[in-house]
C-alpha cells in the first residue's frame, strides 16, 4: 500500500512546503495539500503582484508558454519547478500530487499535517496570500 499525506496549506510558506513535497512526491509517495488558496508567499506584495503578472503576459496567448491563475494552479506550478520535469520519472511522480482550494467533502474530518520549519507566523518579512495574488492577476474567485 502507497502510504499518502494530507497536508494543510493555510499559513504555510509555499517554498518550503513546496521543497518537501517535491522530494516525497518523487520517492513515490502521494500527497494531497488542502487550502491552497491560503498558503504565503514572503517578500513584498507588489513585488510578487508584478512577478506573476508578468508571467501571464509573457509569450503569445496563442501559442504560450501558458500558466496558470488559480491558486491551485499556481500551487502546483511551484512543485513542478522542483521536479525533473523533462524525465519521465519527474512527470510520474507529478501525478501523485493533488491539490485542492479549500476542503473537499471526502477529506473533511481527516487530520491535516503542517510542515513544521514553513509556519509563516515567524517571518519578520511582508507576506501575501496566494489568493490575493490570484485575484490580482485576474482570476475568477472560485474560494
Not at 499525506?5 to 518537501?20: H, L, S
Not at 507588489?46 to 496567448?61: A, H, L, S, V, W
Not at 501558458?66 to 519521465?88: A, C, E, L, N, T
Request: proline residues 5%.
Amino acid at each position: 500500500m502507497i502510504y499518502m499525506k494530507i497536508y494543510d496549506a493555510e499559513k504555510q510558506i509555499v517554498g518550503r512546503m513546496a521543497t518537501t513535497i517535491a522530494k516525497e512526491i518523487l520517492s513515490g509517495e502521494k500527497i494531497i495539500v488542502v487550502n491552497c488558496e491560503k498558503a504565503v508567499f514572503s517578500g513584498k506584495p507588489k513585488m510578487k503582484i508584478e512577478f506573476y503578472r508578468q508571467r501571464i503576459n509573457r509569450g503569445n496567448p496563442l501559442h504560450g508558454p501558458y500558466f496558470p491563475k488559480q491558486p491551485d494552479g499556481i500551487f502546483r506550478r511551484v512543485i513542478r519547478g522542483m521536479i525533473p520535469w523533462h524525465k519521465s520519472g519527474g512527470r510520474n511522480a507529478y501525478k501523485n500530487l493533488h491539490v485542492y482550494v479549500g476542503i473537499p467533502e471526502e477529506f473533511k474530518g481527516k487530520k491535516f499535517e503542517k510542515i513544521k520549519y514553513a509556519d509563516s507566523e515567524k517571518l519578520k518579512s511582508k507576506t501575501i496570500i496566494i489568493g490575493k495574488i490570484s485575484e490580482a492577476i485576474g482570476a475568477k474567485k472560485r474560494w
